[in-house]
């Protein structure tokens, strides 16, 4: 039996792309329906601003120097810190509803 999955993405402009849309399609990938948007149901975003604070707080010099900070950041992030975001799921989508699609704190 087939492995089956959905892929989410949030909708920003460069993930809408037609040459993406083109890709998704052409690979027959399911793409799940989400909000433009949705900060608050995008765990990944606290993640991004971790790395952020953390590149921006090096000196890089050249591209490569960049790349390799971004790589040092984004493994620096301790797998505890990535599974209580994937924990915090089930309050961060009680707090949407609760707001009625309002900004949470999260």
């Known amino acids: 039996m087939p492995v089956t999955w959905i892929f989410q993405h949030d909708n920003d ?3 809408m792309a037609n040459s993406v849309k083109y890709f ?4 027959r990938i399911s793409v799940l329906n989400w909000p433009t948007n ?3 149901l995008n765990p990944i975003e606290n993640l991004w601003y971790i790395v952020k604070k ?3 707080n090096k000196r890089n010099t050249s591209q490569n120097e960049l790349y390799e900070a971004f790589i040092e950041a984004w493994n620096s992030i301790p ?3 990535c599974m209580k975001l994937i924990e915090s ?3 961060r989508c009680s707090a949407v509803i609760e707001n009625k699609g309002y900004a949470t704190k999260y």
Not at 24 to 27: I, P
């Open 38 to 40: 949705s900060l608050d």
């Open 79 to 81: 797998l505890e810190k």
């Open 89 to 91: 799921m089930p309050r």
């Open 13 to 15: 402009p460069k993930h």
């Open 54 to 56: 953390k590149v921006s």
């Open 24 to 27: 998704l399609s052409e690979q």
